[in-house]
């Protein structure tokens, strides 16, 4: 006698092929040929504007209130209020297409960045606690993409931009390179 199939063997391969779906993709360190935003990303950047530093020095009634996204390669960090970090870097410009070892093997590709960076500005982060210590932590080299908005006071040292993080995601050094770093 022929038996119907239980919902639970029906629903295997659907649960599957989600399963798969989710984990393909870039990754946490994006790993991929182009850059591909993670979904928390995406909507963390959604209706934020580019940060263009001198810009927002020179006309700062312009991009007061903007919310804002940039990459920071970090050149020094410290102790901030509340246990979040100060952290100090230049604007790092993306490659459109991730540089890549071998360029048949996406695990191979990493987050790129143009060689020349930009104005030095700082940003104030919560970090994650995976974020914080241990040998991925957020620190001198690592790239940051942050998404915050500008704030009212500059930094005393230097009279730069401070953006008061809302968001961020980051790449230890060896996890993102430098246009030209991988010979294709």
């Avoid at 629903?11 to 989710?22: C, E, G, N």
């Avoid at 928390?40 to 020095?57: F, V």
């Avoid at 700082?122 to 001198?140: F, K, N, P, Q, S």
Wanted: aromatic residues 8%; glycine residues 10%; proline residues 6%.
């Amino acid at each position: 006698m022929p038996t119907t199939p239980s919902v639970r063997n029906v629903a295997s391969p659907f649960v599957v092929a989600a399963v798969l779906v989710a984990c393909g993709g870039a990754g946490r360190w994006g790993h991929a040929r182009n850059y591909v935003p993670n979904s928390e990303e995406k909507s963390q950047i959604e209706g934020a504007r580019e940060l263009d530093a001198p810009m927002a020095q020179l006309k700062p009634e312009q991009w007061k209130g903007a919310k804002v996204r940039f990459f920071l390669v970090v050149s020094e960090r410290k102790p901030a209020p509340g246990g979040a970090a100060y952290l100090t870097g230049k604007i790092a410009t993306l490659n459109e297409v991730n540089n890549c070892e071998n360029k048949y093997d996406d695990d191979s590709c990493r987050v790129t960045i143009k060689p020349t960076l930009h104005e030095t500005v700082h940003a104030t982060i919560a970090l994650r606690a995976e974020d914080d210590v241990g040998e991925l932590r957020v620190g001198t080299g690592t790239l940051v993409r942050v998404v915050g908005q500008i704030s009212d006071a500059t930094d005393p040292d230097d009279g730069k931009l401070v953006v008061q993080g809302a968001w961020y995601r980051q790449w230890p050094i060896g996890y993102y390179i430098k246009e030209g770093d991988f010979k294709q």
